[in-house]
């Protein structure tokens, strides 16, 4: 009997791992928004930091639990980084990224639950945005070089060569790092389930959405992660070709 997990056990990871996401990670912004509310506290770097450690803390517990599963990647732009670099089957795709932008949902849906709808609506609900002045050249461009980052480090840490049992605490390192300079310009979504699921939800409840920068976030998110891979693919080849060339005995001339 087979110990590998079957498709649908794999799906039902995703979509919970990409769930607590949204309701920890984006719940933590939304929170900060209700408290903000009541209290007129002007948001700082403080709020700021405790958003991104929660975002790592959940990362890293939810890679850690289903990581065995799934491959915890709990992200399209990841699955699809995978997939186009042959580290994933093409016939999986679909049902990962489905898995996990119905998990964003659910989990944008847990936010609205435990806030409260107008509470969680008048704090944004948790969905990442530009100011006007940022524009959708530069938030697309921002977007890419933090999606751009996580996936160099995820593909560096599961690299065969890689300290063996670190890559959760490198990936949750690696967001709290981007939240703290990219989550100023965009919010730092880093992950198109985690901006749709959020955003979906929140319009349903009738909050307010910019469908105008949606595809900022989409393309950004897709395009730097699989740059991300590709720039690290390029560094492994030439990694090997350096390891192959230290070791060829040298010939001298008799």
Known sequence: MSDSPTTPQKL??????????????AGSAAATGVIAAGT??????????????????VIV??????????GGHINPAVTLALAATGKFPWREVPGYIAAQVVGAATGALAI?????????????????????????????????????????VIFGVIDRRAVPGWAPMAIGSIVFAIIIIVGPATGAAINPARYVGPFLVTAAFGGT????????YLIGDFAGGLLGA????GLAVARNRAEVESTTPVRTAP
């Open 61 to 70: 517990g939810t890679v850690y639990a289903i990581g065995h599963i799934s």
């Open 209 to 216: 959405v910019g469908w105008d920068q949606l595809p900022a």
């Open 112 to 152: 609205f639950v435990t806030l409260g709808a107008n509470a969680a609506k008048a704090a944004g609900g948790g969905v990442t945005t530009y100011a006007a002045e940022t524009g959708f050249l530069r938030g697309t461009l921002i977007e890419a070089i933090g999606t751009f980052m996580l996936v160099f």
């Open 230 to 233: 590709l720039a690290y693919l």
């Open 12 to 25: 039902l990871a995703e979509l919970l791992g990409t769930a607590f996401l949204v309701y920890v990670g």
């Open 40 to 57: 007129q506290v002007p948001f700082s770097m403080a709020q700021l930091g405790v958003i991104s450690f929660a975002f790592m803390l």
